[in-house]
């Protein structure tokens, strides 16, 4: 069975300095995606970023990075010039593949527990 | 922009009592799912259901019922409420379509309290 593991719950870092979140996971498939949620307090939650274990190259959306490394099975995130607005659970998730269009009964998300991120002023 | 609501933010009920939770979706999504977040422990899936009328037990059923009667409105029934049922439950939707089916999208939770 597939599993995600996040082994910081909490973490704290100083605004405008970059912070990097840890996940790793185990599975024996090759072909899956990897996903960072966004949870602020008493919000909704949001997709940071997304990974295809396809693709060697990392994914990035504006401050947020990964670092994919697939045979460690390893999922960082990194946050760059961390704002106030960040501040919020942060979960790690894993999605096994299945092909072009494919979806259904398997298309379940595998979260982690989630790393507490504060934003201090 | 992707919409996912849920029928109540907070809701309080007493124990034996049924409840419902409402979910819906307004993406036209086949997929949709119910999830139960507690401290610690992360987000476990409860149910899910990929087409209307269709539905599968996820990880932690017992106790739970769902109903999916249209595609964009999927129900989460507590047939006697228990305090270990006391709980943030929240609501996902994703699409069948290429590549982007593995994206979920939620509603802004249920936070109920049964005592």
């Known amino acids: 069975a597939q599993t995600v593991t996040q082994s910081q719950p909490e973490m704290s870092v100083q605004e405008a300095e970059t912070v990097t979140l840890s996940c790793t996971y185990d599975?024996?498939?090759?072909?899956?995606?990897l996903f960072w949620y966004k949870q602020p307090p008493s919000r909704q939650m949001i997709l940071v970023i997304r990974?295809?274990?396809?693709?060697?190259q990392n994914a990035t959306e504006n401050r947020f990075s990964v670092n994919f490394q697939k045979a460690a099975k390893s999922f960082s995130l990194k946050i760059s010039d961390s704002q106030l607005g960040d501040t919020a659970m942060y979960f790690c998730?894993?999605?096994?593949?299945?092909?072009?269009?494919?979806?259904?009964?398997?298309?379940?998300?595998?979260f982690g527990k989630g790393t507490k991120l504060s934003v201090k002023p | 922009d992707v919409k996912v609501t849920q029928s109540s933010r907070y809701l309080v009920k007493r124990t034996g009592e049924k409840v419902f939770l409402e979910c819906v979706q307004d993406?036209?999504?086949?997929?949709m799912f119910w999830y139960r977040q507690d401290p610690g422990l992360g987000l476990r899936l409860i149910y899910f259901?990929?087409?209307?009328?269709?539905?599968e037990k996820g990880d932690i059923p017992e106790g739970y019922s769902v109903s999916r009667e249209k595609k964009e409105r999927f129900s989460l029934i507590l047939e006697s409420a228990s305090t270990n049922q006391t709980s943030m439950y929240l609501c996902?939707?994703?699409?069948?379509?290429?590549?982007?089916?593995?994206?979920?999208?939620f509603g802004p939770g249920t936070r109920l309290t049964v005592t």
């Open positions: 990974q295809e274990a396809y693709k060697q």
């Open positions: 259901s990929y087409d209307v009328k269709m539905k």
């Open positions: 998730a894993f999605i096994s593949g299945g092909g072009e269009g494919y979806g259904g009964s398997q298309g379940n998300l595998i």
């Open positions: 993406m036209d999504h086949e997929n």
């Open positions: 996902a939707s994703s699409s069948h379509i290429g590549d982007l089916s593995y994206e979920q999208y």
């Open positions: 599975t024996s498939e090759s072909n899956y995606y």
